[in-house]
């Protein structure tokens, strides 16, 4: 018995021992983490190929290579020898060989692996990148996607210049209702059209007609049709939330709707059997946040019925079982990512939890499964501990067939992650938020306070790996992060809590956890701070506009005016009736009300204020309306200007490394 007692606090004291000899997660350590996104598991379920996500350090770039590794985690090797980017794996029907693209000198082109000769070979040569690759009931011809450019009005033939002169650049014509877009900037002209190419090789065929954008493409057992789904209406410029499905016949190339109704349908998958289809949509109602539900309907859209899970969560990603009876999906559930099923019997399981962790940043929703014809499943399966590994279910069991991250966080201690529960002092709500405590967290000790807000607001944040939110807990706070009212994954109700009415008792919301929090004892009233970004910037700064608690503050990428924000953002034509009612000239009383800039002259706080030059979402005049009048004010204020950031701040490495170091360089100067 003692020599048990003696060796149990052996143990004990050598593994704390260990664990305080492994340092806290640090910046650099972004360049080393790597993750799993969109697996795919073969036909029979023996093989499964992924992307395999990682950092590159010399260029600063996210990268993507395929991996293979079979079902019982043997086996584990990269799909070619080439060092570029891979992405979209896709098995032929009969699991011999899978289809993928691949980046050339000349662009991204379609490629083809024989499982059993490991032999590649590019099938195309296309003047722009494919992508939703399908292949036929056969295994003879790839459907996918593709970009056709188009021409923009010209008003004026340009001078003919002399010979090596240096002219300025002309100027930029535009017609088109969306012209831009966040990340890619000004949008060349022309569609997305559907083509099919011999899946040995040949000339690539298109499908489709028109200046519409059309869809993934999915085969009829015949291999005769394709359906998609697009918004071919005469008005589809304007009639933007909208989109039906649609048949194109491979012969003649004649287009026939399927559904048709004034909402969107859309993720589109045919029963084995070729009988039924099933979609997701939602009539639209026009209102802030809308359940996302499941139907089915035969392939001419007769007999189509909406799907009653009882969930009161939105679905996505519907993929049939072999039997073409049950239908697997996945949703979100009080912020965890579940893969559940429909059987046929009429009710719904729950089949794993945890799905998600491909959004490296802050811990957002995301991540994808696949079935094989046995029902195996694979999908990307995430923790606060680590970011998406591939994890397989059979038999109702959940493995781990990677730990692409035991090199390095596996030498870290992290921050611990709990859950805290409270109830709103608005109307006695359950509102749901995280805790994450420093590395080597001591209980008799007290800490300053980091409030993180998540975007959207349409969105959640969960029990996910967060670099971000780790990198604040290494620099020695206590992070809150809550989902206040108008988060996704409680209901369709609680979601449109901000119809008409955003920013609104959400920052009450977050005021209560923050209370909460304090409650708990280790933090203080006289030390917090509070940041976010794009929705969560909209909030940290009507925050600082309500109160004056918080000793310093980080805006990034906000909305401080509804009026300027909704005419000069890339998706301007977006928020009328759905965010506040009637456009902003026609209402610009509630644009103005719930606009944080009609609160700065309230604001006392210490501010940073962050932005991507290229951000086209909350665009720089935004930031700017805050600094400058904070300026004009003479409260301490920086503005911080990241180059070549688009809304997605923190898309290459160094930037999130750099937004996580000012934000917390200049919370430092006020502890």
Do not use: C
Not at 175 to 187: A, L, P, V
Not at 631 to 651: C, M, Q, W, Y
Request: charged residues 25%.
């Amino acid at each position: 018995m003692l020599t048990r007692f003696v060796l149990f606090f052996t143990l004990l004291w050598s593994t704390s021992a260990i664990a305080q000899d492994h340092p806290a997660f640090t910046s650099m350590d972004v360049f080393e983490l790597e993750w799993v996104t969109s697996p795919q598991i073969s036909p029979d379920g023996e093989w499964v190929v992924y992307e395999r996500r990682g950092m590159d350090i010399m260029k600063d770039r996210r990268t993507s290579r395929l991996w293979l590794i079979k079902a019982d985690g043997s086996e584990h090797q990269k799909l070619s020898s080439n060092d570029v980017n891979e992405s979209r794996p896709t098995w032929s029907p009969d699991g011999s060989r899978i289809a993928f693209v691949s980046s050339t000198d000349q662009g991204s082109e379609l490629f083809v692996y024989w499982i059993a000769t490991a032999k590649i070979a590019r099938l195309s040569q296309l003047e722009n990148s494919p992508g939703n690759l399908a292949w036929s009931p056969d295994g003879k011809h790839i459907a996918f996607t593709k970009f056709v450019n188009g021409s923009e009005l010209s008003l004026v033939k340009a001078p003919r210049k002399p010979k090596g002169a240096e002219w300025a650049d002309p100027p930029r014509v535009t017609t088109r209702f969306k012209h831009e877009r966040d990340g890619s900037g000004k949008m060349k002209p022309g569609f997305t059209h559907i083509f099919v190419i011999p899946s040995e090789g040949g000339t690539a065929r298109k499908v489709t007609k028109g200046d519409f954008n059309h869809g993934a493409p999915k085969w009829t057992n015949d291999g005769q049709h394709l359906l998609f789904s697009s918004n071919i209406k005469e008005d589809w410029e304007y009639d933007f939330r909208n989109s039906e499905i649609y048949k194109v016949s491979l012969s003649g190339g004649k287009v026939s709707p399927i559904t048709d109704r004034n909402g969107p349908d859309y993720s589109l998958a045919i029963a084995p059997n070729g009988k039924r289809m099933a979609y997701v949509g939602f009539d639209d109602k026009v209102q802030t946040y809308q359940l996302t539900n499941l139907y089915v309907s035969d392939l001419e859209g007769r007999n189509n019925k909406k799907i009653d899970l009882k969930l009161d969560r939105s679905v996505s990603n519907p993929v049939w079982d072999s039997a073409s009876r049950g239908i697997y999906f996945q949703y979100d559930d009080k912020g965890n990512t579940k893969i559940g099923y429909f059987g046929a019997d009429g009710k719904v399981r729950k089949v794993a939890d945890d799905l998600g962790g491909v959004g490296i940043g802050r811990p957002y929703g995301g991540g994808s499964f696949s079935v094989s014809n046995n029902g195996t499943i694979v999908y990307t399966h995430t923790t606060p501990e680590h970011p998406s590994e591939l994890a397989i279910v059979r038999n109702g069991k959940t493995t781990l067939l990677t730990n692409l991250n035991e090199d390095l966080l596996g030498q870290r201690t992290l921050g611990q992650v709990e859950e805290i529960w409270y109830k709103s002092t608005v109307d006695g709500r359950d509102i749901q938020g995280w805790i994450v405590k420093p590395p080597f967290f001591d209980n008799t000790k007290k800490y300053p306070m980091l409030v993180e807000n998540h975007g959207g607001p349409i969105s959640n944040y969960g029990d996910r790996f967060s670099p971000e939110i780790q990198l604040y807990a290494s620099a020695g706070y206590v992070v809150f992060y809550p989902n206040p009212r108008g988060s996704t994954s409680y209901g369709e109700e609680f979601g449109n809590l901000l119809y008409h009415n955003y920013p609104g008792e959400d920052y009450n919301d977050v005021m209560d956890g923050v209370d909460a929090v304090l409650k708990q004892g280790y933090t203080s009233e006289d030390s917090l701070y509070v940041t976010g970004g794009s929705a969560g910037g909209i909030m940290t700064a009507w925050m600082i506009g309500k109160n004056n608690r918080f000793r310093s503050a980080a805006v990034i990428k906000p909305v401080m005016n509804w009026i300027s924000k909704t005419l000069t953002a890339d998706n301007y034509y977006g928020y009328a009736n759905s965010r506040y009612p009637g456009q902003p000239w026609e209402n610009y009383e509630d644009y103005w009300k719930f606009s944080p800039i009609s609160l700065v002259g309230n604001i006392q706080t210490p501010t940073l204020v962050m932005v991507g030059l290229s951000d086209l979402r909350t665009p720089l005049s935004e930031a700017k309306q805050l600094y400058h009048a904070l300026k004009i004010r003479k409260i301490d204020t920086a503005l911080v200007e990241i180059p070549g950031a688009s809304h997605f701040i923190a898309n290459r490495p160094s930037q999130l490394i750099t937004k996580i170091e000012h934000i917390l360089a200049w919370f430092e100067r006020s502890r």
